[in-house]
């Protein structure tokens, strides 16, 4: 028997383009759409905590890949210099 696992991440697909974003503004989206996050869950709108968790994943995984890219270029452990 195989087990098959498959990446559930969703990203929201009304989000515009945040690839013009630094890395402040979207920690910066982050906290603020969990503050409303909070205040959905608190009145019992799943449906909207639903949005809000796919919108804050969308800013996360954006935050992520720019700080991934940002590491891979100031990253010299293991480079052997050979000049």
Same mark, same amino acid.
């Given at each position: 028997m195989s087990l098959f696992l498959?990446?559930?991440?969703?990203?929201?697909?009304?989000i515009p383009?945040?690839?013009?974003?630094?890395?402040?503004?979207l920690n910066a989206k982050v906290s603020? @759409?969990? *503050?409303k996050l909070s205040i959905?869950?608190? @009145?019992?709108n799943h449906h909207l905590c639903?949005? @809000?968790r796919m919108a804050i994943e969308t800013y996360?995984? *954006?935050?992520?890949?720019k700080l991934?890219?940002?590491?891979?270029?100031?990253d010299t452990d293991g480079i052997i210099?050979?000049?």
């Amino acid at each position: 028997m195989s087990l098959f696992l498959y990446n559930i991440d969703m990203e929201h697909p009304l989000i515009p383009n945040i690839d013009n974003l630094s890395t402040d503004e979207l920690n910066a989206k982050v906290s603020e @759409l969990s *503050k409303k996050l909070s205040i959905a869950w608190r @009145l019992g709108n799943h449906h909207l905590c639903n949005q @809000l968790r796919m919108a804050i994943e969308t800013y996360q995984n *954006k935050y992520i890949e720019k700080l991934r890219a940002s590491q891979t270029g100031t990253d010299t452990d293991g480079i052997i210099d050979i000049t």
